[in-house]
């Protein structure tokens, strides 16, 4: 499935109004923010239909799993968006990971927990509101809302110490950056190792450079631990990879209308998260060229000056470069 879609379910009490654009949306918040109502009337109208007395808008079937035959019910489901509520033990499980995996259908995952199990991006955490635009209607509005934005504040960052997320093209590109100007950068070996490498360093200022496409299971801790040391920062582009293809370095006219609009072409069935899409997508158009690209080892053409500076272009308000080589 690709593409972003509009959902609308509402009753005479209340509506909820919001769009899901990839595989993986999670949903989170406390108590009485409506988030099982939400999918309860999403469950009541798929048993009683026009009866029940809701009106659910989708141009996809919206459907609800549930229970200990969820393994079953999730093989009647084809091109459909999944809602599932919290208290269902599943969705942290391997063996949901590798079966949502083989589907073409969006899931929407009410949960308070982490799930490391699955890629979900950073941008797709959300909560739910009500919408103070239609805060005096008898009905009320409900929206959804990121719980974490992009931001990387206002003042530019000049980091002492870089943390990657892994060890491939990446790492090697930006240890590369980061020696060439007398900073230390390391690799986490995988993205839940990134936290443990934060709680040894104290005082530097400190950049982690992870990819938002498959990080939404760390933010919550990772932020936190930002909020009390207010040296450490997050930067969460898409993926390297998206980063290369942001640089205009391609001259690929249809990579910009691509990266514009990342939905309409990343299909649930054949990419389990946006990162592996953007690696493809960098190979494939890369492919017996001189920028011709892998990820377990990044080509040199990469750290030219010329094409360096390209993709550090890409990135805001962080400075490599020492003042002397300015």
């Known amino acids: 499935m690709v593409g972003a879609y509009w959902v609308i379910v509402q009753n005479k009490k209340i509506k909820f109004d919001f769009e899901i654009r990839r595989n993986i949306t999670i949903l989170r918040g406390d108590s009485a923010t409506g988030k099982t109502t939400l999918v309860e009337m999403i469950q009541e109208y798929a048993e009683l239909g026009p009866d029940s007395g809701i009106v659910l808008q989708c141009e996809k079937n919206c459907a609800v799993l549930s229970g200990r035959q969820w393994e079953k019910q999730l093989s009647a489901l084809s091109q459909s968006i999944v809602f599932i509520d919290e208290g269902n033990a599943f969705p942290a499980s391997k063996e949901f990971a590798a079966a949502i995996q083989k589907t073409d259908n969006y899931y929407v995952i009410v949960t308070r927990e982490s799930l490391e199990t699955l890629p979900y991006s950073v941008t797709e955490i959300y909560g739910i509101r009500t919408s103070k ?96 040391q207010q040296n450490f920062h997050v930067y969460l582009p898409e993926s390297f990879e998206w980063l290369i293809l942001r640089s205009g370095l391609l001259e690929d006219s249809e990579i910009s209308k691509i990266l514009e609009s990342p939905e309409k072409y ?61």
């Open 133 to 228: 635009h239609f805060g005096d209607l008898k009905q009320t509005y409900n929206e959804f809302f990121q719980i974490y934005g992009k931001s990387m504040g206002t003042n530019t960052l000049k980091p002492t110490q870089v943390i990657t997320e892994d060890s491939n093209s990446g790492y090697q590109f930006f240890q590369k950056v980061c020696t060439d100007n007398g900073i230390n950068c390391k690799s986490a070996s995988g993205k839940s190792n990134i936290f443990k490498l934060l709680l040894d360093e104290t005082k530097q200022e400190v950049l982690v450079i992870a990819d938002g496409a498959a990080f939404g299971s760390q933010m919550e801790r990772i932020m936190g631990l930002t909020v009390v």
């Open 266 to 326: 990343v299909d649930s069935l054949h990419y389990f998260s946006w990162e592996r899409f953007f690696t493809d997508l960098l190979m494939q158009r890369t492919s017996n060229s001189y920028l011709s690209y892998t990820k377990s080892k990044l080509n040199p053409v990469y750290l030219q000056e010329q094409e360096k500076t390209a993709i550090l272009s890409v990135i805001p308000k962080i400075q490599f470069k020492n003042e002397k080589d300015r």
